[in-house]
């Protein structure tokens, strides 16, 4: 966007508001930017602004995707608006200051948050009859999210996450979150996964200079899985890919924020823009996009010789989205699989491959180290983060079993691809598919 951004506007001013319009595409997100609300594709391309207005932030899909409810501070035009993307018009729904909106999953009310003095309130403002009720009061109630059949709302209250049934049930703390600091949570559009944003349990959450860990639990918040860490903006939006196989967010930058997206299991983070509050739209008008049949980036190096030798890899990863990235890599072979760690600008990443052909990101956090038994001749215990990693899957005992080689260090190739990703170094080309499996095409 930033290099962009002067021509794209200027187009904007120029154009009828009919021709501003944008019809609904697969893979889109929605997000705040310089000068209004803009859209892009899941793969960080096609960026678009939308007349929504100067200062619009904080944006949410209708469930057919073809609306956007957002929020104006600070203008004559404060208040929520709805776009309609259809015909690229808008019309303001009502002037109070509202955060949060969170369209319902039957689309015929919107969940929103209202500040008041020493707190903020929940509510929700019913489509049809045009008036809205607040169904909780006291303290900070933020960041309304549905359950899929619209039934209950996520929220956060006072750093810790809540659910409320919306018929007048009674609110209550998340069953597997009791007691765990949290501002942001969302459930998966399936229901089945819950993602939430804390920060390390050695750290106070209050210290604003802690880093921010990114969870996937299940839906009521149990049995979480560390995803990520880094310079996670809190205070901004978490959401999920319409397939429930990435989540977005915000990363502060010192100047503003970025939006990123990683897949659910971990692994490498993908930069999409600059911008806040990211918000996927729905898979009502979003089904899985085939891949292409000609690539508008062609395959190199490593990755074209890869296709080549297992032409079906093509169908199965897609085109490639992106350029080229090398970075360092670093591997290790085990029994039933082997690990890969890559050293990225926006940190280390370690991934778990298993025989079986499936994939999930390791937790390189220090553990503190159990006894381990000497291993059978001819295995190895890992070192460094491959240790750590190795321990938190179950150490012997794991899929993985034993290592069966030294660590090997190698440059390596990385590309983002329309179903993945792709590595390549010390003679092979893995081809990472966001559905959790993977292949591997050995070169000569």
Known sequence: MRFVLALTLTLALLAPATAAAQQPSAGMLAFAGPFGIWTIGADGRGEQLLQTGPGADMPA???????????????????????????????????????????????????????????????IWDLTVGA?????????????AWWRDGSRLLFSRNGE?????????????????????VLQAAWSPDGLRLAYLTTPKEQSFDDPTAPVQLWVATSEGFDGQ??????????????????????????????GSDIYAVYRTGGDWQRLSDGRNPAWRPLAVDPARPVSTVCAIAPERQFAEAFRKAPAS???????TDQI???????????????YYRTLPTGTTTWVFFSNGTWTAGDPRPLVAAPIAAP????????????????????????????TSEETSFPSDGQSYERGLAFAGNNRVIFVNVDGTYQVVTLP
Request: some cysteine; charged content about 15%; overall charge neutral.
């Open 61 to 123: 899909w209708s469930p057919d995707g073809r609306r956007l409810v957002y929020v104006i501070n600070g203008t004559p035009e404060a208040g929520v608006w709805i776009y309609d993307l259809t015909d690229g018009s808008r019309r303001q729904l009502t002037r109070d200051p509202w955060r949060w909106p969170a369209w319902s999953p039957d689309g015929r009310a919107i969940a929103f948050t209202l500040p008041r003095p020493f707190g903020s309130d929940l509510g």
């Open 226 to 255: 560390w995803i990520a860490q880094g310079n996670i903006d809190r205070t901004q939006r978490v959401t999920w890919s319409p397939d429930g196989n990435r989540i977005a967010f915000a990363v502060a930058t010192g100047v």
């Open 376 to 403: 059978p001749p001819g295995r190895l215990v890992p070192r460094n983060a491959f240790f750590n990693v190795w321990v938190a899957l179950g150490g012997p005992a794991s899929p993985l079993g034993w290592a």
């Open 314 to 320: 093509q169908q199965f990863i897609g085109c490639p």
């Open 161 to 181: 996450i809540w659910n409320i049934r919306v018929d007048g049930g009674e609110a209550g703390p998340m069953a597997g979150l009791v007691g765990v600091r």
């Open 132 to 144: 809205g009720i607040i169904i909780a009061t006291g303290g900070f109630n933020e960041a309304p």
């Open 325 to 339: 990235v090398s970075v360092q890599g670093v591997m290790q072979e085990f029994e039933g699989g082997f690990l």
